[in-house]
């Protein structure tokens, strides 16, 4: 089992700057894929960014240039930095992470409780 902690939304004006951070604790697995996902209002889930083990990047179109996702393997952390941030990047964000089980071997998807973060115009 495989807990994510999340931390760092909050209010912030429009232009202004959040640091998101992810912390994953548990006893034997590995993450693979970790990352952060958002859901506006009446809208549908969508993922932010996410990297891999290895550090590759992806990231969505609507937030490329003005996010940064990166990731502290020793301290199984990810963060994402939120530049430039716009009124539409309101929502509630949610880190995820791809794990498997040391023991078992098995494949899980794990998710925060989410941390609301809210752009003013």
């Known amino acids: 089992q495989v807990q994510l902690v999340e931390s760092g939304g909050g209010l912030v004006q429009a232009g202004g700057s959040l640091r998101l951070s992810c912390a994953a604790s548990g006893s034997s697995f590995s993450i693979n894929v970790i990352g952060w996902y958002r859901q506006a209002p009446g809208k549908q889930r969508e993922v932010v960014a996410l990297?891999?083990?290895?550090?590759?990047?992806n990231y969505a179109d609507s937030v490329k240039g003005r996010f940064t996702i990166s990731r502290d393997n020793a301290k199984n952390t990810v963060y994402l930095q939120m530049n430039s941030l716009k009124p539409e990047d309101t929502a509630v964000y949610y880190c995820n992470a791809a794990a498997v089980n040391l023991a078992t071997m098995g494949a899980y998807d794990y998710w925060g409780q989410g941390t609301q973060v809210t752009v003013s115009s």
């Open positions: 990297i891999s083990s290895g550090g590759s990047t």
